[in-house]
């Protein structure tokens, strides 16, 4: 059982629901391939050395990387130049046990690191096992701002919870949750990352418990239930938690209102559907008047097909990009949550030392020097954070920008689209058939 | 204001005014005709008609005057039942044709309110049965989707309403026959005693009972196929642009939602520029445009609604097509009445003088009940039953007369009408199309200007 709290918000920290996560509902089919959008053929056994044969998923724009583009986006986003490891999440399969019915992802690796043994790996995980690494990885870095996970369940009352979009909805995320990790400066040297791109078998090594690769589970257990707060924030820290406030909140309104946009077009999109084909009906009932009646119903019809396509631009970019910097809002908060636990621990530690209950020469020592090494992790905490932070920023910027212009563009798409079908209509009606009376 | 762009088809061929007129030609082997069989008319005939259509395109009213619904006004006052209500009036202004601006009004100038129009109309569809009869504005709101008030007393709806009631007098005006009627131009020009004149024409006398209608329906034994096929489209066009009206409301309610919603990215994208540096003015200028965009759908909806109009005004025709069908029917079926009543009487003449007794009459019960008559009377039953036949005979000759003369007329009127329908229905589906491009370029505007704002951040 993962110390860490579940990001997504759910409140189910201590139960372990591992054999819901990524239950498969509706189908016991063996192998449901949600192959078809994937474009890129599927390379079998290993990996030949050369670019583009990396299996892409064919994701949102933000995950389509070239091999050269990634480096080029890496340096917008102030990453580390050089990327020396790429990751893919696809093939997403359903698997069946006698106990369980689960979904299986294929992680691919590639990479050009001397510490890892090979420069292809391929491994099967499933979400439970990205939530075991996640875990390690605040573990380890409680104060870095890491990429959250998609939720566990879509608290929306949807009936098709594990449907082909949901399922393929999970998988772009958990992507995206890879590829920051992996081009995160420090994140990416983490050794629980690289046990989970190559270990076949990780269920040994989760078994293994908390206490294993970790330096400060312990102390990171204790400060989160330390009750006290933190007495001298300092300002920067202050100016950022307001940050982080205003921003889950803008985060959380721009995903309702998207969602509400999403739902309103799915609604206007079946209306036009019935709309269109009313005109044939009339247009069988008159003789003259059919020609520019079927002329309509075209139009709307070739109308309603690109109004599906911009809608599902907007569900599978831009509505998937804002939820994730919601989920990523929460992290910050957490964050900073933690390092105020960490400085609040130094300063508990300190007011020890100033009490006089200490009695015996050697514990004033003790006491100093544990107050000496939490100082430390203060230290090292703030740093770790404002740097990251200053990371995260440029990232968020850049991935938000991407998104809502391609959502812009998408959109003028459509109404170039609409645009030209009604004009191909209007110049049919200005040259008549020929047999009019005039 | 939007002033009728309508043109108006004549024939130069002199009609008469009304059907009831009609004795032009006799019919010399009608005895037992029910019914024509061909109600085309010939070919040189309808090239004829057609060339006339294109030469002359206005009535001699509307050479004369220029007819505009030009204001609206809200009255009270007591009703039939002493009660108070609030109504709107229209103002109806009669200017001379071909004046220059702020010619002197001819006439009163009346208001009128929609049920004088109504009663126009009422009066029109029993004095001219044979012609399709342009119809109201509706009376009620109808197939509307959720923004749009369904009030009677909306200003939008009354400012519809009153380019709909001017759309019906100038086809009244544009009409051939229509546009020569004495009360009609009356109602146009007469504040007082319009009333008074229209009940006293007793066109109410004339109107065909509803039950003679509903009988008429069901048991024509041979109404003319041009007829009924004429009847059938006219309930087929009538559920289509009704299923269409309906339909488009919802997409119109829909899309609307659509829109709206993005205004609130201008809220929140203005909120949240706040809290940015970078990326706070391509944010805040985005925003700008997402309330544009949201904004823009209410003119883009208030356009439609025009669209709708038209489609609505020939949902409305289409009662009026079925009322000359139904006036055909019940022609029809007085024709054939007539024959029967008439074969009857030959009957009951033929027993006469025979002796034979084929046909019940009292007087052949009562013959039998108590006993044979005189000669004397049979005699003078003959001659009256004789007189009686003749009698018949003239109104079978009628019947038939003005059962051709009605169908000639009004299928005329219908080719008539189906050339416009289909002419102003194109014309529709093209605005409607037009309206659908500045849509689009609005649309292609707003998302290029986000475009360039968000690539700004």
Same mark, same amino acid.
């Given at each position: 059982?993962?110390?860490?709290?579940?990001l997504?918000?759910?409140?189910?920290?201590?139960?372990?629901?591992?054999?819901?996560e990524?239950l498969?509902v509706?189908?016991?089919n063996?192998?449901?391939?949600?192959?078809?959008?994937?474009?890129s053929s599927v390379?079998?056994g290993?990996l030949?050395?050369?670019?583009?044969a990396?299996?892409r998923?064919?994701g949102s724009?933000?995950?389509?990387?070239?091999l050269?583009?990634?480096?080029?986006?890496?340096?917008a986003?102030g990453?580390v130049?050089t990327?020396?490891?790429?990751?893919?999440?696809?093939?997403?399969?359903s698997h069946v046990?006698?106990?369980e019915t689960?979904?299986?992802?294929?992680?691919?690796?590639r990479t050009?690191?001397?510490?890892?043994?090979?420069?292809e790996y391929?491994?099967?995980?499933?979400?439970?096992?990205?939530?075991?690494?996640?875990?390690?990885?605040?573990?380890g870095h409680?104060t870095?701002i890491?990429h959250?996970?998609?939720?566990k369940?879509?608290?929306?009352?949807?009936v098709?919870?594990f449907?082909?979009?949901?399922?393929?909805?999970?998988?772009?995320?958990?992507?995206?949750?890879?590829?920051?990790?992996?081009?995160?400066?420090m994140?990416?040297?983490?050794?629980?990352?690289?046990?989970?791109?190559?270990e076949?078998?990780?269920?040994a090594?989760?078994?293994?418990g908390p206490?294993?690769?970790?330096r400060?589970?312990?102390s990171?257990?204790?400060?989160?239930?330390a009750v006290?707060g933190?007495?001298?924030?300092?300002?920067?820290?202050?100016?950022?938690?307001?940050y982080?406030?205003?921003?889950?909140?803008?985060?959380?309104a721009?995903?309702k209102?998207t969602?509400r946009i999403?739902?309103?077009?799915?609604?206007y999109?079946?209306?036009?559907?019935q709309?269109?084909?009313l005109?044939?009906?009339?247009?069988?009932?008159?003789?003259?008047?059919?020609e520019?009646?079927?002329?309509?119903?075209?139009?709307?019809?070739l109308?309603?097909?690109e109004?599906?396509?911009q809608?599902?631009?907007?569900t599978?970019?831009?509505?998937?990009t804002?939820?994730?910097?919601?989920?990523?809002?929460?992290?910050?908060?957490?964050v900073?949550?933690?390092?105020?636990?960490?400085?609040?621990?130094?300063?508990?530690?300190n007011?020890?030392? !100033?009490s006089s !209950?200490?009695?015996?020469?050697g514990?004033?020592?003790?006491l100093?020097?544990?107050?000496?090494g939490?100082?430390?992790?203060?230290e090292?905490?703030?740093? !770790?954070l404002?740097?990251?932070?200053a990371?995260?920023?440029?990232?968020?910027?850049?991935d938000?920008?991407?998104a809502?212009?391609?959502?812009?563009?998408?959109?003028?798409?459509?109404?170039e689209?609409?645009?030209?079908?009604?004009?191909?209509?209007?110049?049919?009606?200005k040259?008549?058939?020929?047999?009019?009376?005039? | 204001?939007?002033?009728?762009?309508?043109?108006?088809?004549t024939h130069t061929?002199?009609?008469?005014?009304t059907?009831?007129?009609?004795r032009t030609?006799a019919?010399?082997?009608?005895?037992e005709?029910?019914?024509?069989?061909?109600?085309?008319?010939?070919?040189p005939?309808?090239?004829n008609?057609m060339?006339?259509?294109?030469?002359?395109?206005?009535?001699?009213?509307?050479?004369?005057?220029?007819?505009?619904?030009?204001?609206?006004?809200?009255?009270?006052?007591k009703n039939?039942?002493?009660?108070?209500?609030?109504?709107?009036?229209?103002l109806?202004e009669?200017?001379?044709?071909n004046a220059?601006?702020?010619?002197?009004?001819? %006439?009163d100038?009346?208001?009128?309110?929609y049920?004088?129009?109504?009663?126009?109309r009422?009066?029109?569809l029993?004095?001219?049965?044979?012609?399709?009869?342009?119809?109201?504005?509706?009376?009620r709101?109808e197939?509307v989707?959720?923004?749009l008030?369904?009030?009677n007393?909306?200003?939008?709806f009354?400012?519809?309403?009153?380019?709909?009631?001017?759309?019906?007098?100038?086809r009244?005006?544009?009409?051939?026959?229509?546009?020569?009627?004495?009360?009609?131009?009356?109602?146009?020009?007469?504040?007082?005693?319009?009333?008074?004149?229209?009940?006293?024409t007793?066109?109410q006398?004339?109107?065909?009972?509803?039950?003679?209608?509903?009988?008429?329906?069901?048991?024509?034994k041979?109404p003319?196929?041009?007829?009924?096929?004429?009847? #059938?489209?006219?309930?087929?066009l009538?559920?289509?642009i009704?299923?269409?009206l309906?339909?488009?409301a919802?997409?119109?309610?829909r899309?609307?939602?659509?829109? $709206?919603v993005?205004g609130?990215? %201008?809220r929140?994208f203005?909120?949240?520029?706040a809290i940015?540096?970078?990326?706070?003015?391509?944010?805040q200028?985005?925003?700008?445009?997402?309330?544009t965009?949201?904004?823009s759908?209410?003119?883009?909806?208030e356009?439609?609604?025009?669209?709708?109009d038209?489609?609505?005004?020939y949902?409305?025709?289409?009662?009026?097509?079925?009322s000359?069908?139904?006036k055909?029917?019940?022609?029809?079926?007085e024709?054939?009445?007539?024959v029967?009543?008439?074969?009857? $009487?030959k009957?009951?003449r033929?027993?006469?003088?025979?002796?034979?007794?084929?046909?019940?009459?009292?007087?052949?019960?009562?013959s039998?009940?108590?006993?044979?008559?005189?000669?004397e009377q049979r005699?003078?039953?003959?001659?009256?039953?004789q #007189?009686?036949?003749?009698?018949?005979?003239d109104?079978?000759?009628?019947?038939? #007369?003005?059962?051709?003369?009605f169908?000639?007329?009004?299928?005329?009127?219908?080719k008539?009408?189906?050339?416009q329908?289909?002419?102003?229905?194109?014309?529709?589906l093209?605005?409607y199309?037009?309206? #659908?491009?500045?849509?689009?370029?609005k649309?292609?505007?707003?998302?290029?200007?986000a475009?360039?704002?968000f690539?700004?951040m």
């Amino acid at each position: 059982m993962s110390a860490a709290p579940v990001l997504s918000g759910d409140l189910e920290e201590d139960l372990d629901l591992e054999e819901d996560e990524d239950l498969e509902v509706f189908s016991k089919n063996p192998s449901l391939a949600v192959g078809s959008s994937v474009s890129s053929s599927v390379v079998q056994g290993s990996l030949v050395h050369s670019p583009g044969a990396l299996v892409r998923s064919s994701g949102s724009m933000v995950n389509q990387y070239g091999l050269e583009e990634e480096e080029e986006e890496e340096e917008a986003r102030g990453g580390v130049p050089t990327r020396d490891l790429f990751v893919t999440v696809d093939h997403p399969e359903s698997h069946v046990t006698a106990i369980e019915t689960f979904i299986v992802y294929r992680v691919l690796a590639r990479t050009t690191r001397g510490d890892f043994d090979s420069s292809e790996y391929e491994v099967h995980r499933r979400y439970q096992d990205f939530l075991w690494l996640r875990g390690k990885l605040e573990e380890g870095h409680p104060t870095l701002i890491i990429h959250p996970l998609p939720e566990k369940f879509v608290m929306k009352g949807l009936v098709e919870r594990f449907s082909e979009d949901f399922i393929e909805t999970r998988r772009r995320a958990l992507q995206t949750f890879l590829s920051k990790t992996a081009e995160h400066p420090m994140l990416s040297r983490s050794p629980q990352l690289k046990v989970f791109l190559t270990e076949q078998d990780l269920t040994a090594i989760k078994k293994q418990g908390p206490s294993f690769l970790s330096r400060m589970g312990d102390s990171v257990r204790a400060a989160a239930i330390a009750v006290r707060g933190v007495r001298a924030r300092p300002q920067e820290f202050g100016a950022m938690q307001d940050y982080a406030d205003e921003f889950s909140c803008k985060m959380s309104a721009l995903d309702k209102v998207t969602q509400r946009i999403i739902k309103e077009q799915n609604e206007y999109l079946e209306e036009l559907s019935q709309y269109g084909p009313l005109y044939s009906q009339w247009a069988e009932l008159e003789a003259d008047l059919s020609e520019p009646l079927r002329g309509v119903a075209g139009c709307l019809d070739l109308c309603g097909r690109e109004t599906e396509e911009q809608l599902r631009h907007l569900t599978e970019v831009l509505q998937p990009t804002l939820h994730q910097y919601l989920l990523c809002a929460d992290t910050l908060k957490t964050v900073l949550r933690r390092r105020d636990h960490i400085q609040a621990e130094f300063e508990a530690k300190n007011d020890a030392l !100033a009490s006089s !209950a200490v009695s015996k020469k050697g514990d004033l020592e003790t006491l100093k020097e544990e107050a000496a090494g939490l100082e430390e992790r203060v230290e090292s905490a703030n740093s !770790a954070l404002k740097g990251d932070w200053a990371r995260w920023g440029d990232a968020m910027r850049y991935d938000l920008r991407e998104a809502l212009v391609s959502t812009a563009d998408k959109n003028q798409d459509y109404y170039e689209k609409c645009l030209a079908v009604w004009e191909t209509f209007l110049l049919s009606q200005k040259t008549p058939p020929g047999q009019e009376e005039d | 204001m939007r002033t009728g762009q309508l043109t108006a088809h004549t024939h130069t061929h002199t009609h008469t005014h009304t059907s009831q007129e009609t004795r032009t030609m006799a019919d010399s082997d009608s005895e037992e005709a029910a019914v024509l069989d061909n109600t085309d008319l010939t070919s040189p005939e309808s090239e004829n008609n057609m060339i006339n259509t294109m030469v002359e395109r206005e009535t001699a009213l509307l050479k004369k005057i220029d007819i505009n619904v030009a204001e609206s006004e809200k009255r009270s006052g007591k009703n039939t039942v002493n009660m108070q209500e609030t109504y709107t009036v229209y103002l109806i202004e009669i200017r001379p044709a071909n004046a220059a601006e702020g010619g002197l009004p001819v %006439g009163d100038s009346p208001w009128r309110r929609y049920s004088e129009f109504e009663l126009l109309r009422t009066y029109l569809l029993v004095t001219y049965p044979f012609v399709v009869i342009p119809p109201l504005p509706e009376k009620r709101a109808e197939f509307v989707w959720h923004k749009l008030s369904a009030d009677n007393l909306d200003p939008d709806f009354v400012e519809r309403r009153r380019l709909g009631l001017e759309n019906f007098l100038i086809r009244v005006a544009s009409h051939s026959v229509l546009s020569k009627d004495k009360i009609f131009y009356q109602f146009l020009t007469e504040e007082k005693g319009w009333r008074e004149a229209v009940l006293e024409t007793g066109f109410q006398d004339k109107a065909d009972s509803r039950l003679k209608s509903l009988s008429a329906t069901l048991r024509v034994k041979n109404p003319d196929k041009s007829f009924t096929d004429l009847k #059938q489209y006219s309930d087929e066009l009538n559920s289509a642009i009704s299923h269409l009206l309906r339909v488009r409301a919802k997409v119109a309610d829909r899309m609307y939602g659509v829109y $709206k919603v993005h205004g609130n990215y %201008g809220r929140i994208f203005s909120e949240w520029s706040a809290i940015e540096k970078e990326m706070g003015d391509g944010l805040q200028s985005a925003g700008h445009h997402m309330d544009t965009h949201s904004a823009s759908v209410d003119d883009i909806l208030e356009e439609e609604e025009h669209y709708a109009d038209q489609l609505k005004e020939y949902l409305f025709y289409t009662d009026a097509l079925r009322s000359v069908c139904r006036k055909h029917e019940l022609i029809q079926y007085e024709l054939e009445m007539a024959v029967l009543d008439l074969a009857s $009487k030959k009957q009951q003449r033929e027993e006469l003088t025979t002796g034979a007794v084929r046909v019940f009459s009292l007087k052949g019960m009562s013959s039998k009940l108590f006993g044979q008559e005189s000669p004397e009377q049979r005699e003078s039953r003959l001659a009256a039953l004789q #007189q009686s036949i003749q009698a018949s005979e003239d109104a079978v000759l009628d019947k038939n #007369q003005e059962c051709r003369e009605f169908m000639r007329m009004s299928w005329e009127e219908v080719k008539r009408f189906k050339e416009q329908k289909d002419r102003e229905l194109r014309e529709a589906l093209i605005s409607y199309a037009i309206m #659908q491009i500045s849509m689009c370029k609005k649309g292609i505007q707003v998302w290029s200007n986000a475009k360039e704002c968000f690539n700004k951040m």
